[in-house]
């Protein structure tokens, strides 16, 4: 099992920062990615960056230039840096660790946090 739990969220004006953390737990030994997600209301849940066990990274188009994803030493913090924020932006994010799939697999997610951007 693994526990996942983001922090930093928050209220913010449009063009200010936040930076959100993910805090995995447990069995990480296997964690293969950690990625961040985003869920707008009445919208669905969308990849916003992933960062792999090999310490490659992926965004999505609307946030690249804009948002940089990054892990601590210990492998198990992972860190969104979100730089000039639009309201669009606002929604309830959320980390996810998926685990190697022949280690035995998992995919797991935080409770989310809230990011809201004030135009």
């Known amino acids: 099992q693994v526990q996942v739990a983001e922090s930093g969220g928050g209220l913010v004006q449009a063009g200010g920062s936040l930076r959100l953390t993910c805090r995995a737990s447990?069995?990480?030994?296997?964690?293969?990615?950690i990625g961040w997600y985003r869920q707008a209301p009445g919208k669905q849940r969308e990849l916003v960056a992933v960062?792999?066990?090999?310490?490659?990274?992926t965004y999505s188009d609307s946030v690249k230039g804009r948002f940089g994803i990054s892990r601590d030493g210990s492998k198990n913090t992972v860190y969104l840096q979100m730089n000039s924020l639009k309201p669009e932006y606002t929604a309830v994010y959320y980390c996810?660790?998926?685990?190697?799939?022949?280690?035995?697999?998992?995919?797991?997610w935080g409770q989310g946090t809230q990011v809201t951007v004030s135009s």
């Open positions: 447990g069995n990480t030994y296997s964690t293969n990615a």
């Open positions: 960062i792999s066990r090999g310490e490659g990274t």
């Open positions: 996810n660790v998926k685990l190697i799939p022949r280690l035995g697999g998992g995919d797991y």
